[in-house]
């Protein structure tokens, strides 16, 4: 059974950072995508970043510059170092992930088949 834990959520406030984990178990990690979504109230669920198994990485154009997606497969762990917070990044953050494949992007839920429960990150002005 796949599960996806994420931790490191909170409340921060404009200008802060923080680093969210995702800890997988029931797959090998070392052959998945990994991404990390968020979804605010009232809006779609939307990527914030993606890494592939091979460790190229995708991202928002909205987070460019301030977050960095990395991967630890020796502790099956995916993070997400968000700097330069703003309150437009508050929102619920979700880790997936789906075995890994040269064939389809990474980019949209649909991508992926495996959620987390998520974590809330509220930035304050």
């Known amino acids: 059974q796949v599960q996806l834990v994420e931790s490191g959520g909170g409340l921060v406030q404009a200008g802060g950072s923080l680093r969210l984990s995702c800890a997988a178990s029931?797959?090998?990690?070392?052959?998945?995508?990994m991404g990390w979504f968020r979804q605010a109230p009232g809006k779609e669920r939307d990527l914030v970043a993606s890494?592939?198994?091979?460790?190229?990485?995708s991202y928002a154009d909205s987070v460019k510059g301030r977050f960095t997606i990395s991967r630890d497969n020796a502790k099956n762990t995916v993070y997400v170092q968000m700097s330069s917070l703003k309150p437009e990044d508050t929102a619920v953050y979700y880790c997936?992930?789906?075995?890994?494949?040269?064939?389809?992007?990474?980019?949209?839920?649909?991508?992926?088949?495996?959620w987390g429960q998520g974590t809330q990150v509220t930035v304050s002005s």
């Open positions: 029931g797959l090998t990690f070392s052959i998945h995508d």
């Open positions: 997936a992930a789906r075995r890994g494949s040269v064939l389809s992007g990474t980019r949209s839920p649909t991508d992926f088949n495996y």
């Open positions: 890494i592939r198994w091979s460790g190229s990485t």
